[in-house]
């Protein structure tokens, strides 16, 4: 295991925020095992070896388990300068080599870029392996809260690892690391610079140093797990004064450090050894005599250097404690030996050297309050103090140094000056006494007390249960002569105060008789006494104000101290009454002679009292009014309007007189401090600020403008001057908004050359700063003075600095004030310009600027600096388009790409979780780059992620591995997923971001290109890790939970956007797309592209054999769907149910539902990811704002139960509100993770679906899955409706590629079952399809746009079902196909049939059980859905009636009464109004399926279902319709409206003239011929009234142009003729003009060279030919049928040729004769037999299409082809394919002609038939017939001949007709044609 895999194991194991798992304990368990041997011979390597170098140098190298490298020349340099500079072996120099390579890629960087890397990667090593061990230590030592058990496990490996010698190690490698040499240090030849894990250059030395400092700390640790051995002390001791010699002049924080850490390791060592002993056991140092006797010499020995002593006093400070322990346990074991003499002279002589020495005040100054020890780490430092703690606690507890420490007390009060404070009896007393001390620096017992104060200021929480240090504490306040004593132990109080229980325990000491003089009436009776001597100076004229004594004014400041501490940190319950009169601190601020120190002490214990309560805070501000100084800067300080009294001198001048002369800010730092936390405790916001304006100048113009000139004897207090005006200047930014009159004024008061006193009273901070701001003034040019510097000074001085700190947050605030300022200036620029500007503006005046604030990303000792820098560059990302050219131009961008990776990269490998995501610096540098990807290139995304700026991002090759940035990291980062309760949300918005450059343009093709490369295969690598593991669980971790599905949401839609536009000629996106396919079905792919398979299937249905009735195997997609598949969480939870009390419900209720309520101002936000949410704190503070408004008396006294009731209302309701807001958050994921599912599988299903096998089954299952979860009562509404639309989207493909181009074709295997039989389900798969989606319509939570979705559904089932055969097919092709191919095959029509006819019953059985449900259901949609779920209810009723069986749903049509009131609906429908309106088009499709029902009903149950329709009165709803009368009416006119709106007329025609026509002529089915003559015959009586009715309507289709008709009109034409040739006969009179109109479409269509129509010559025109020829001879049939009905039933003869009208007559018919029935003949006759030629053709064609050449079937397909189905790559097999297809479909078209032409041809026979039979022919007088005819005569003698000889050669072409060729039985019409020709022959005869 290597160290970085060992590191990440333990780290996740031990750091995370749970506890481990069992598997997370098993891998560490086994992780450690498998690294003792590293961490036993930690860092040793093997050394350089010259057979090794031999090796390298011949250029070949064989590393351990891997194939022989092969190595050029400069790789043997860059081997051998490894192996020279870091001393080590050669071969391991190749293999770092090749890590470096597979971790960065080298190809193309310079040898010296390479060398530095390799040594980096070498160094990386280390540091893991280093961390490991001291993250192991830490464990065990620091309680973690880890489960004692794991702790036990690691503590046993540990231990042995020390046992063996690693302790030894660690001392030996702190040595060695510190020497000049390659193993070490670097040699005086190394190379001095490495580069780091982020590719940073870094020197060698300090990464040395570096890895001693852990070395160090692992070192301290390791002495907490197994004591040391006296060797190991005396090398620690050894080595300690070595690092301690160094330390003289040099400030090195490292260094320094690192000496702490082999001080504290003595220290420990002897602390704990020494405590560790017990009555029965001895300690392990004390049992080795002879160690006791030399280290005592070792350590007692004198040094000449002062730094070296100061250190080593430490350690026999330690030393002295350890005897004095040892001593005590052997007092313990009553066991004193004869070394126990020579023990005391030990402790004696260390004791009284550490007192001569005063070695508490070394620790104290040179420790304590160093820098290194401030910035140490911060468990290190816990681990220090504690130790220190024991230290004193056991110093303090021995009888021994008891005595010393009182033997140092007196000697101090000896010689210090004795004095009296102004509380006690004595008021006068010498002033020149009062600071004197000893000449040889402070005392020992003062050093003490002091030193006891830095143990516990950092960690105050040690002091519980010290009652040695209470003890101490009483015996150090006794009888104080001076006051430097009494200040050391003030103080020291002040510090045992920082816990609470310790400032109940001091303010106790100080309130009781513990001390005679030390109290706190002693405070406050010294401060009210000098405020009254002051006083009575001041009442004395001309008398000087009397000094302050320095002692008195130091003792007060300790005094004011321990008090701020009290306060500051007691129980809040008790200290309200602690200090019941508080305005003594108040009385001395005022006057000149007090010193600012003791203004600033008093200050500051004032500010403390303000946050104990709101009274409190009134009383301060009024106190504060009454006796501070004043601001003269034209306002007050304070709430009041009144002004206050003049007063001595102000604080401008204390400031610039004063303190600034001492250049030291006590008193303005403390002023500033206290106004800060009044201002903040303020509520009433509603004047802005306006009457703060007095100390806003203070501060703007006489603090904070000129601090930079400014002197400082101590920098600490510059910074705190500093912090505290950014904090006023934060909050005025912060807690005060602007508004729209901000933006009137603001030029006149700009031209101000003076502040008035009026002018200042319309000032607001807030603007003031935005003007200073937005015009680059004071403010910002200090603040930008702050940050000017660099990231790299600030980090500087942070860790070597004592300052440090106080810097980070002057720097901090900085920040966060230009992040405010960006926030606000964009409201006011547009109005202010050209004044002021956005703040973008002034900082782009000067790159540096933008540079320095960017830089900030860099420093990682503040996380919170890092944010404010990543917002400040989101802000300026979106404001300057040219910010990345101005980085590139000022060398900054490459920094900054490392600095963002690595801030990256620091928080994915933080442990604990960051509640706040705004302040989550990962997310938000994430966010940056998701916002970025649409803006303009080149833009931060493409500079942070690496892209190619130099050419089009387009062009971009990313290459992550050799350049450092955020790419690289966030890849990592989603290829390990480690700690995903941590790092949930990087994941989540990681793949977010891969998405989103994905689906960018510019972005898309470079990111996809890398994500697919070998290097990643990203795509398919996490469908089985995050894809389908489990979810977390709600009640655990709902936060993971949500995250998690958002993950796998943005993961799914990546996989569907590289199935989408993946381009697939590339290698790499095709194999991707091959194997995303595979994992998500889990089928093998094709081998060659998406066309070819590497299997085929037996047979069509071999696929999904049995698929219905056997459980189908899962794949990645069902077990996607399973994840998402769960209750989502109620979000719908009415407030009433919460709120227990009903009065306050609806008050909630209208703070939650306020539309105004979102955005900043209102309770509602939208997180990240856009799910709107409750802002808790807002709608809290709404709440209690609409409660007080509503029941103001709340806050009055005596209502405190219903205030309490109120409280607990609003607790309930943010409970309520977090609670919601974690629903909405998982309800919003569910819905995004299905929303990506499904966009993935039908993409998949459309598109790439058929490079699989078992597409069907695969399809099938999708369905059935999708149908059963929308089905399921868990799934939502809009969940429901996505899986509805995947269900279509299969349903569709399942559709479509039952006639696809099948797997199984090829040369050597007939296609033409392939053609003619559809790859169906088999029927029980069906079956269960329809069950599943029964269910699904039938669920309990529905809408109608999803039923809408569902309909669509069931009718696409239904069609799927209709048809086994192809449709497009003739049966008489289909025959022909089966009895020529057969061959013994178990496969007919019949059984095709058979199998038809059983599904149909199987569905029509499934819907009869659920057929009320649904009925009722579908219904209610029919009757009161809109129109569209109206019209698609309609075909769905109209699907059932073509499955019904039984007349079972016509039944239940009638009884509910569902037909009438559809034809009632008919009648009713108008377009009076808005008739091209989009509602109109709607109400017209709703009667077109109103319409297509009743038709439905009509055919599908013959003349019954008919009789049904005409019973209940159809013709005469269909003749009152007002739709039809308007378009009667419109008919004429249609033609000289616009063209749109043409359309849309010729549209609704098509959808309801047509759709009644059809209804109306099946009607008529009811009538038999034999009852025409039937006078009372019902329906041709109606039928006749309907025609008469609409006569403009059937005269406007009669007269239509056939020649230019389309397929609509030829319909209408068909009916027309259809109609008036069943009904019109029976009428008596033809006014009307019917007659007339069919005889002139006769003439038109008789007359028709059918020859004509072949003269187009593209595929489509001739497709098109191939329908109108079609239709023609179908009105041809239909006119013929009337004209053989006139003939042979009214006796109707027809002339032999056309002969000139008689003038006489009233009217002229224009009837056809026999002469154009004889050419008519002859036209017929060719149709016949230029179809039957072309069918017959077409079929051998079909047969031998293996035999076809390439080029014949391009040829067929040129020809034929209705639209383009091949492409250039497509091979022969799937051209045959297309090319049968498409003759099959010429053939159906014609066999449908043949099937027409030959009864026509039998009509017009039968009817020269009946004319040669009857004599009138020839010779009878004409017979009239007087409806239709008045003298039809017979032509003369040779128009007959004429007509006789060319029926003859007709007829014998007829008679040659081939049966074969033909497909019919033509033995009949043979019969016929025989008769004719007799009879005309015999005729032309006579």
Avoid at 513 to 520: A, E
Avoid at 582 to 588: R, S, V
Avoid at 975 to 997: A, I, R, T, W
């Amino acid at each position: 295991m290597t160290p970085k895999q060992l590191l990440s194991v333990i780290e996740s194991a031990l750091l995370g925020p749970l506890p481990p798992s069992p598997s997370q304990r098993v891998e560490l368990m086994h992780a450690i095992r498998s690294s003792l041997p590293s961490l036993q011979s930690l860092l040793s390597y093997p050394p350089p070896k010259p057979s090794d170098r031999a090796q390298v140098q011949s250029k070949e190298v064989r590393l351990p388990n891997a194939p022989p490298i092969l190595l050029d020349d400069q790789d043997v340099q860059i081997a051998l300068k490894l192996s020279d500079d870091l001393h080590l072996n050669e071969i391991d120099c190749v293999r770092l080599i090749v890590s470096a390579n597979q971790e960065w890629g080298l190809m193309g960087r310079e040898p010296l870029e390479i060398l530095r890397l390799a040594t980096g990667l070498w160094y990386t090593e280390r540091r893991d392996l280093l961390t490991a061990l001291y993250t192991l230590l830490r464990a065990v030592v620091l309680d973690q809260g880890l489960e004692a058990d794991v702790v036990s496990d690691i503590q046993k490996y540990l231990e042995n690892l020390i046992k063996n010698g690693l302790r030894q190690r660690l001392i030996s490698l702190i040595k060695e690391l510190n020497r000049e040499e390659p193993a070490g240090l670097g040699g005086p030849h190394s190379e001095r610079y490495v580069l780091d894990s982020r590719g940073a250059l870094v020197v060698r030395q300090a990464v040395v140093s570096r890895e001693r400092l852990i070395l160090g700390h692992c070192l301290v640790l390791s002495i907490l797990v197994v004591r040391t051995s006296p060797k190991d002390v005396k090398d620690m001791f050894l080595i300690y004064k070595d690092s301690t010699s160094e330390l003289s002049g040099d400030s090195d924080t490292i260094k320094r450090q690192i000496t702490f850490s082999l001080l504290f390791s003595l220290v420990i060592a002897f602390v704990s050894d020494a405590l560790s002993a017990a009555p029965d056991k001895a300690s392990v140092l004390s049992q080795d005599a002879s160690f006791k006797h030399e280290f005592h010499e070792i350590v007692m020995a004198a040094g000449n250097d002062p730094t070296v002593e100061g250190f080593v006093g430490t350690i026999r400070l330690a030393w002295a404690v350890h005897l004095m322990l040892i001593q005590d346990a052997l007092t313990g074991r009553d066991a004193i030996s004869s070394a126990s003499s020579s023990d005391l002279g030990y402790l004696q002589s260390c004791l009284e050297v550490v007192f001569s020495k005063n070695v508490f005040q070394f620790i104290l100054d040179e420790i304590l309050k160093s820098a290194a020890y401030e910035n140490d780490d911060e468990d290190i430092s816990y681990m220090y103090n504690a130790y220190l703690h024991k230290l004193i606690t056991c110093f303090l507890s021995h009888p021994i140094a008891r005595d010393k420490v009182k033997e140092s007390k007196e000697r101090a009060m000896s010689m210090l000056s004795p004095y009296r404070l102004v509380g006690s009896h004595d008021f006068s007393h010498d002033s020149n006494q009062t600071s004197q001390s000893s000449e040889s620096g402070p005392l020992p017992f003062v050093s003490l007390l002091e030193f006891v104060s830095g143990i516990y200021q950092k960690e105050p929480e040690l002091l519980s249960g010290n009652d040695v240090l209470w003890t101490f504490v009483n015996f150090a306040g006794e009888d104080h002569t001076n006051f430097q004593t009494l200040v050391a132990f003030l103080n020291m109080l002040s510090t045992l105060a920082s816990s609470q229980e310790g400032a109940a325990k001091v303010f106790e000491l100080l309130q009781g008789k513990v001390f005679r003089s030390v109290g706190w009436s002693t405070l406050f009776d010294s401060l009210s006494i000098y405020d009254e001597k002051f006083k009575q100076s001041l009442q004395t004229s001309g008398a000087m104000l009397p000094e302050l004594p320095e002692g008195d004014a130091k003792a007060l400041v300790s005094y004011l101290k321990v008090l701020q501490k009290v306060v500051e940190n007691g129980n809040p319950l008790e200290r309200n009454n602690w200090f019941p009169d508080i305005e003594p601190l108040f009385k001395l601020l005022g006057y000149e002679n007090v010193p600012p120190y003791l203004k600033g002490a008093l200050r500051n214990a004032i500010t403390t009292f303000v946050y104990v309560s709101s009274v409190l805070k009134d009383t301060v501000w009024s106190y504060l009014e009454q006796y501070d100084l004043p601001v003269v800067v034209g306002s007050h300080v304070g709430k009041s309007a009144q002004p206050m009294a003049a007063q001595v001198y102000d604080m401008q001048f204390e400031l610039n007189e004063i303190e600034a002369r001492r250049e030291q800010y006590p008193s303005t730092i403390s002023f500033l401090n206290l106004l800060n936390a009044l201002i903040s405790e303020e509520r009433d916001l509603s004047d802005r600020g306006r009457r703060f304006i007095g100390i806003f100048r203070f501060i703007y113009d006489h603090v904070f403008r000129p601090f930079p000139q400014r002197a400082y004897s101590d920098p600490c207090e510059k910074w705190e001057l500093v912090v505290a005006c950014l904090q006023h200047f934060h909050m005025m930014l912060s807690r005060y908004d602007i508004s729209e009159e901000d933006i009137d004024g603001v030029i006149d008061q700009s031209q101000l050359s003076t502040v008035t006193q009026s002018s200042l009273q319309m000032q607001l901070p807030i603007l003031e700063l935005l003007k200073d701001f937005m015009s680059g003034k004071s403010v910002f040019r200090n603040i930008m003075g702050i940050l000017l510097p660099g990231v790299n000074t600030i980090i500087t001085e942070r860790a070597n600095q004592v300052y440090g700190k106080l810097l980070e947050k002057a720097v901090q605030l900085s920040l966060e004030i230009i992040i405010l300022v960006l926030e606000k200036d964009l409201f006011l620029s547009d109005f202010w310009r050209p004044l002021y500007q956005p703040l973008d503006v002034i900082l782009s005046q000067d790159h540096n600027q933008i540079v320095a604030l960017l830089e900030y990303v860099r420093y990682d000792f503040r996380p919170q600096i890092q944010q404010c820098s990543v917002k400040i560059m989101s802000t300026l990302s979106s404001r300057m388009v040219g910010l990345v050219q101005l980085l590139l131009k000022s060398n900054a961008a490459s920094y900054l790409i490392e600095d963002y990776a690595a801030c990256l990269e620091l928080r994915s490998e933080d442990s604990q979780v960051i509640e706040n995501t705004s302040d989550d610096p990962g997310v938000l540098i994430l966010q940056l780059l998701i916002d970025n990807i649409s803006r303009p290139a080149p833009n931060i995304t493409h500079l942070l992620l690496k892209f190619d700026l130099d050419s089009p991002i387009e062009h971009s090759v990313l290459q992550p591995k050799f350049h450092y940035s955020c790419l690289k990291v966030i890849l990592e980062i989603l290829e390990k997923l480690s700690k995903p309760d941590v790092n949930m949300l990087l994941h989540e918005f990681g793949f977010q971001l891969l998405y989103k450059l994905c689906v960018d343009p510019l972005t898309c093709d470079p990111t996809m290109d890398l994500l697919s490369s070998k290097k990643y295969q990203f795509f398919v690598k996490h469908l089985d890790t995050i894809g389908v593991a489990p979810l977390p669980k709600r009640k655990n971790n709902q936060a993971l939970r949500v995250s998690s599905l958002h993950q796998r949401a943005w993961l799914l839609k990546l996989l569907a956007i590289e199935l989408h536009v993946g381009d697939v000629n590339k290698s790499t996106h095709l194999e991707t797309s091959r194997s995303i396919l595979a994992h998500l079905f889990g089928q093998e792919t094709f081998e060659n592209g998406f066309d070819h398979p590497i299997s085929h299937l037996s047979s069509p249905q071999d696929s999904v054999e049995h698929a219905g009735a056997q459980t189908v195997g899962k794949n990645k997609v069902l077990e996607l769907l399973e994840v998402v598949q769960f209750r989502s969480p109620d979000t719908n939870t009415k407030l009433s149910e919460i709120v227990s009390n009903t009065k306050y419900d609806l008050l909630a209720e209208d703070v939650v539902g306020n539309p105004t309520t979102s955005g900043k101002s209102g309770v509602h936000y939208y997180s990240e990811r856009g799910d709107r949410l409750i802002d808790l704190a807002s709608f809290r503070d709404k709440l209690w704002q609409k409660f007080n408004a509503v029941y103001p008396h709340l806050s009055n006294i005596g209502s405190e139960a219903e205030l309490y009731d109120a409280k607990e209302t609003i607790q309930q309701l943010l409970r309520w509100g977090w609670k919601n807001n974690k629903n909405v958050e998982e309800q919003a994921a569910q819905l995004h993770m299905l929303t990506a599912w499904s966009q993935l599988v039908e993409i998949s299903a459309s598109r790439r679906i058929s490079s699989l096998g078992h597409q069907s089954e695969l399809l099938y299952q999708i369905l059935v899955a999708a149908l059963t979860a929308s089905a399921s009562p868990d799934c939502s509404l809009k969940m429901a409706f996505l899986l509805c639309q995947v269900a279509l989207t299969c349903m569709a493909k399942l559709q479509d590629e039952r006639f696809l181009f099948p797997g199984g074709f090829s040369s050597d295997n007939q296609a033409c079952l392939d053609i003619i039989m559809a790859k169906q389900l088999p029927n029980a798969a069906c079956n269960s399809i329809l069950f599943r989606l029964i269910s699904a319509i039938l669920r309990q939570e529905s809408s109608e746009a999803l039923r809408r979705r569902q309909y669509a559904l069931l009718l696409s089932y239904f069609q799927y079902c209709q048809h086994m055969l192809d449709p497009d097919i003739p049966s008489i092709v289909l025959q022909f196909l089966l009895l020529d191919e057969q061959e013994g095959e178990d496969l007919d029509l019949q059984k095709i049939n058979q199998q038809q006819t059983e599904l149909a019953r199987a569905n029509f059985s499934i819907l009869r059980k659920e057929a009320q449900s649904i009925l009722d259901l579908v219904i209610k949609d029919a009757t009161h859905g809109s129109e569209l779920g109206k019209t698609i209810s309609l075909y769905v009723l109209d699907a059932m009636i073509c499955v019904d069986h039984d007349r079972f749903f016509l039944g239940q049509l009638q009884s509910r009464g569902f037909l009438r009131s559809c034809l009632t609906n008919i009648s009713s429908l108008s377009y009076q109004d808005g008739v091209h309106s989009r509602d109109s088009m709607q109400r017209a499709q709703t009667l077109e399926a109103e319409l297509a029902l009743l038709l439905r009903i009509s055919h599908n149950y013959g003349k019954s279902g008919a009789q049904v329709i005409f019973s209940m009165g159809a013709l005469e709803h269909i003749a009152s319709c007002k739709a039809v009368n308007f378009f009667q009416g419109s008919l004429r006119w249609v033609d000289t409206r616009n063209q749109r709106d043409v359309s849309v007329d010729i549209n609704k025609q098509r959808m309801i003239v047509t759709p009644i026509l059809r209804l109306v002529f099946s009607l008529l089915s009811l009538v038999d011929t034999s009852e025409f003559y039937e006078v009372k015959n019902k329906v041709v009586r109606e039928v006749i009234d309907f025609v008469k009715g609409h006569r403009s309507l059937f005269d406007h289709v009669l007269r239509e142009d056939v020649s230019q008709a389309d397929e609509l009109v030829m319909e209408q034409i068909n009916l027309v003729v259809g109609i008036l040739s069943k009904v019109w006969p029976y009428e008596e009179s033809d006014e009307s003009g019917f007659v007339q109109g069919i005889f002139c479409l006769m003439h038109a269509l008789f007359s028709r060279d059918c020859e004509t129509l072949s003269s187009a010559q593209s595929v489509r025109s001739v497709e098109n030919r191939r329908k109108t020829e079609l239709n023609s001879f179908r009105i041809c049939f239909s006119l013929s049928s009337y004209l053989y009905f006139l003939v042979s039933k009214k006796s109707f003869r027809l002339q032999v040729s056309d002969m000139p009208p008689d003038y006489n007559a009233a009217v002229s018919l224009q009837q056809p004769t026999l002469s154009l029935l004889g050419s008519f003949l002859t036209s017929l006759t060719n149709a016949l037999e230029r179809a039957a030629e072309e069918k017959s053709l077409l079929l051998n064609r079909i047969r031998d299409i293996n035999e076809v050449s390439r080029q014949e079937v391009d040829e067929i397909i040129n020809m034929y082809a209705r639209q383009v189905y091949v492409s250039s790559s497509d091979n022969i097999q799937k051209r045959r394919y297309i090319a049968m297809v498409e003759m099959c479909h010429v053939v159906g078209n014609r066999d449908q002609l043949i099937t027409i032409l030959l009864p026509l041809v039998e009509h017009v026979l039968n009817v020269f038939l009946s004319h040669f039979q009857d004599s009138s022919l020839a010779s009878d007088p004409p017979r009239s017939f007087k409806t239709i005819t008045y003298g039809a005569t017979s032509g003369p003698a040779q128009d007959i001949s004429l007509l006789c000889g060319n029926l003859i050669s007709t007829l014998e072409r007829l008679e040659l007709l081939s049966e074969d060729k033909i497909g019919h039985n033509l033995k009949l019409f043979r019969r016929l044609v025989t008769s004719l020709k007799e009879m005309t022959i015999q005729k032309l005869s006579s």
